[in-house]
C-alpha cells in the first residue's frame, strides 16, 4: 500500500487538489507492507511533460513494515492547472500498489 501525508492547510477542496509551491515540493509518501513476508519492489513515477519527480527506484520492506520516502515533485514554470502525479510499485507477487495524487501549483503573490 502507497499513502501520500499533506499538510491540511494545503488542501484545496474545490479543486480536490493540494496545493504545493512553484518551487521543488517534497512529498512524504508511506508504503506499507500488511504481508508476514519481505517484500522488494521497483518504484515508477509518472507526471505531465515538463515536470519533474524524484523518488528511491527500488524499496524493501520487512514483514509488516511502514516506511516512509520523499516524492520529490518540481512544477515547471508554465504549471497553472491541477495535475496527477502517479507512484507505480512493482512487488511482483506481493502486489502493484499504486498512488495518485492531484496537486495544483500556488499562485505567487
Known amino acids: 500500500v502507497l499513502q501520500a501525508l499533506w499538510a491540511e492547510d494545503k488542501t484545496d477542496l474545490k479543486l480536490s487538489a493540494y ?5 521543488p515540493a517534497r512529498i512524504s509518501v508511506f508504503a506499507y507492507n500488511f504481508s508476514s513476508r519481505k517484500v522488494v519492489g521497483t518504484l515508477r513515477l509518472t507526471a505531465p511533460p515538463g515536470w519533474k519527480l524524484d523518488a528511491p527506484e ?35 507477487a506481493a502486489g502493484q500498489p499504486v498512488l495518485s495524487v492531484r496537486v495544483a501549483v500556488e499562485s505567487v503573490k
Open 19 to 23: 496545493r504545493m509551491p512553484a518551487a
Open 58 to 92: 527500488s524499496l524493501s520492506l520487512a514483514p509488516m513494515e511502514q516506511r516512509e520516502f520523499l516524492l520529490t515533485s518540481e512544477a515547471p514554470p508554465s504549471a497553472t492547472a491541477p495535475v496527477q502525479l502517479r507512484v507505480s510499485g512493482d512487488f511482483s
